[in-house]
Structure formats: C-alpha cells, structure tokens
C-alpha cells in the first residue's frame, strides 16, 4: 500500500490503489489543453445556462443537470477511439466506503492516545488496543462525519477529550 500523506491527491491516489484502478495521466501538453478548456468551458457554459433559467438552488440544478450534459455532449462530445466498456463491478475484496474516505497515519502515545482534528482521542483499553503502544493506527474520516481508528483490519473503540471546548469553558 502507498504511504498515506495529507495532501488530497495523494489521498486520491491512494483511493485509486486501495480500488486497483490505474490512473492515466494527461502527458502532453495537447492533452492537458484539451482539459483545461472543456473545463473553462463547462464552468462558463454551466453557470450561464443556469443563470439564464433562473436556477439558483441546489435541487434545481441537479434536475437541470441530465437535460445539460445531453445536450453538451450532443454538441461537444467525441465517440472514444476504443468503444470497450472498461467499467467493472466492485470485487468482494473492495471497500468502496474505506477507498473514498481520508486517511491519516497517528502514532498512539503511551496512554494510547492520539490527536486529529484539534481533538484528543483516547482509545478504550482492549486486548487488541494495549499492545499498540507506540504503534501507528490510521484515523480514518467519513464523508458522512464518521471517524474510525484502525489498526490493521480491527476498528478500536474510542472516547474523545475535545481540548477545543475544554479550553473555551474555562
């Protein structure tokens, strides 16, 4: 497995690797071009079409969102120089949920303890948690807000001290 970094392409990567999916990268100047201006393009045409239609919420423009790429592909798209359908169903083994989630490496300190996110977070004395002592554990932080503390396969329970709110009471 990749090395786990902060950085968002890095966690995109790794998302990448944990899905066994290659990423093709845009190595010519054309190619990267080409990107750059159908975005500028689709940034443009987007929010002026939905100007135009008096969209101006959320809902609206997620309805208006099929009748515009129809008609943006009708007009801009290229059938694919190779037609196979390269799209395949999620293996047993993949973890769609842990794939898209971020994931941070922590070293658990002497009273297994560790710190994401401005907040303390203490793991429950367990069989599998005391011998982590010192041990790295990844933090793993949900779409949806959930947090999770892994060690290998095995999620470690955990009580928070938000040091935030105790400093703010005081």
């Known amino acids: 497995m990749p ?12 998302a990448l690797y944990e899905l066994n999916i290659d990423i093709i990268c845009a190595n010519t ?5 080409r990107v750059e201006r159908a975005n500028q393009t689709l940034q443009d045409r987007l929010v002026k079409e939905m100007r135009l239609r008096g969209i101006d ?14 008609d943006f592909n009708c007009r801009f798209g290229k059938p694919p120089r190779n037609p196979k359908d390269m799209r395949r169903p999620l293996a047993d083994n993949e973890n769609l949920d842990g794939a898209m989630c971020r994931k941070e490496v ?14 303390l977070f203490i793991l ?7 011998p982590l002592v010192r041990q790295k554990v990844i ?5 949806d807000g959930r947090l999770e503390i892994m060690h290998q396969s095995f999620s470690l329970p955990y009580r928070t001290f938000d040091t935030l709110r105790v400093g703010a009471s005081s």
């Open 3 to 14: 090395t786990l970094r902060t950085s968002g392409l890095t966690q995109f990567g790794r």
């Open 29 to 33: 100047p054309q190619a990267k071009g």
């Open 57 to 70: 919420t959320i809902e609206a423009a997620n309805a208006y969102a099929p009748e515009f790429i129809t």
């Open 106 to 119: 922590r070293t658990l300190s002497q009273s297994l303890t560790l710190r994401y996110d401005k907040v």
């Open 124 to 130: 429950d004395p367990t069989e599998i948690s005391r």
């Open 139 to 143: 933090v793993c932080d949900y779409p």
